[in-house]
């Protein structure tokens, strides 16, 4: 039985054998190359968006977008094509969607609370049509960690490319906006399209994550890295790099885990990312840290949202403000 695909379901009690078992490991470890290869640009590309999805308060879009990513690779799962292009496909129309229908918040989240159920359904149709292995029905909901081939590899690292290529052109203005939105449209900044870009960049990256930790458990490299982040720090430079490197370290961590164990890659992703948080969580109570939030107009301001870091000229001034 391939390392994740499942086990330890026998009528007996569970062994620990059947969660962590390195007995054979340096000859399993090569298999896993490509994984690691996808877990590290994963962990690299939804630590940065991560920061934005936490500035803007958007953790339930990433869930939405998610079903609807599953959707999209349980169809294309069905039809016999590549299941990378049917997850992209289901999490750039969720994205879309999401982003020029809810424009406001409370549209957003009805929104949202519409396609979650809508999409999930879809894909348990799928799946349930599908004739193939059981395998890989479950992994499209939890994660395998030999799932990720040679042209699945060139794919997610093409999308990577991709996904950092835009965030390098946009990250300041986008930063800008997604932490102080009326303080950025008052300077100018096109905050909706900046909104409708970022909404896009989000499918990528939950496309990406749903082929790793699947689309159950996306949460855990696109939204606690950065929360963890921004529990020990408010610098707009330190977010970003610290939670790239907790999105890294839980995406390989687990794949390493899981090499070593029959269940799942997820709960071994999802387990190091909560940790992290925990610990950070824990560091920042002591340092009074509580995390970033959108700046709100200040009474009797001039001018709405303004803030130091649009007397800046951008988001080099805005430093997470704590809640």
């Known amino acids: 039985m391939p390392p994740g695909a499942g086990g330890g379901r026998g009528g007996g009690p569970v062994s620990w054998d059947a969660v962590i078992n390195f007995d054979d490991y340096s000859r399993l470890l090569p298999l896993v190359t490509n994984s690691l290869w996808a877990a590290a640009a994963l962990g690299l590309v939804g630590g940065l968006v991560g920061v934005l999805v936490a500035a803007r308060d958007m953790a339930f879009a990433v869930h939405g977008i998610s079903e609807l990513s599953f959707a999209g690779a349980a169809a294309a799962l069905l039809v016999g094509v590549d299941v990378v292009l049917g997850s992209v496909v289901g999490s750039l129309l969720a994205a879309v969607l999401i982003g020029v229908l809810g424009v406001r918040a409370r549209d957003r989240n009805s929104i949202i609370g519409v396609l979650m159920p809508f999409g999930l359904g879809l894909g348990v149709l799928f799946l349930a049509l599908y004739p193939g292995r059981s395998a890989n029905k479950f992994g499209l909901l939890t994660g395998q960690v030999v799932a990720v081939d040679d042209p699945r590899l060139i794919t997610m690292l093409a999308t990577s490319a991709v996904v950092?290529?835009?965030?390098?052109?946009?990250?300041?203005?986008?930063?800008?906006?997604s932490v102080d939105p009326d303080g950025a449209a008052a300077r100018g900044?096109?905050?909706?399209?900046?909104s409708l870009v970022f909404m896009v960049v989000l499918g990528l990256s939950v496309a990406m994550a749903v082929q790793v930790v699947g689309a159950l458990l996306v949460l855990s490299l696109l939204i606690t890295p950065a929360a963890a982040a921004t529990r020990v720090s408010a610098s707009p430079l330190w977010v970003p790099v610290l939670s790239v490197a907790f999105a890294?370290?839980?995406?390989?961590?687990?794949?390493?885990?899981?090499?070593?164990?029959?269940?799942?890659?997820s709960p071994y992703v999802t387990t190091i990312s909560f940790a992290i948080y925990v610990v950070c969580r824990l560091l920042g109570a002591?340092?009074?840290?509580?995390?970033?939030?959108?700046?709100?107009?200040?009474?009797?301001?001039?001018?709405?949202g303004a803030t130091p870091g649009a007397a800046a000229g951008g988001p080099s001034g805005l430093t997470g403000a704590p809640v």
């Open 164 to 177: 950092l290529a835009v965030l390098a052109v946009v990250w300041r203005p986008l930063l800008f906006a």
């Open 189 to 194: 900044v096109p905050v909706r399209g900046l």
């Open 248 to 265: 890294v370290t839980s995406a390989v961590g687990g794949i390493l885990l899981a090499l070593g164990g029959t269940v799942p890659i």
């Open 286 to 304: 002591r340092r009074g840290r509580r995390g970033w939030t959108r700046r709100r107009p200040a009474a009797g301001s001039s001018t709405p």
